[in-house]
């Protein structure tokens, strides 16, 4: 179940990834630390960011979007620079990009089979919408 989450935690899994987080992102994690997000073609399970504020949170929040970023940038394929948000528990990922400029507010589908990085909203917000 997701449950909010205080900014300094964002800001410490954008200090451990290099990388600041797109405005829709924070604020929906900030919101809604984790959760489910359902799309046309898949059931997306998103990493939350860890959060040690309890041993109840810090048990759902371990393996978080840090963790799962740190394994996927080992796998053939993935990205380099990518953002691992959440999963279809069948290896496909759902990513933001880094671009010249850091990362890009475009969430892009990682397909694992095919090493393709295909968009699939313009912000984290419209993906999160797709749900509705």
Sequence with gaps: MPFD?????????????????????????MSSNGGTVATESDDWELYPIADDSDRKRLARTLNGVVAETERARAWR????????L??????DQVIFLAGEKGLGPEVFIWRHETCESVRVADDFAAFVAADS
């Design 77 to 84: 394929g993935f990205p380099s620079g990518a953002i691992s």
């Design 5 to 29: 989450l205080d900014e300094r935690y964002v800001q410490a899994a954008e200090q451990a990834l290099g990388a600041s987080f797109p405005m829709t992102y924070r604020l929906a994690m």
């Design 86 to 91: 959440g999963s279809n528990g069948e290896g």
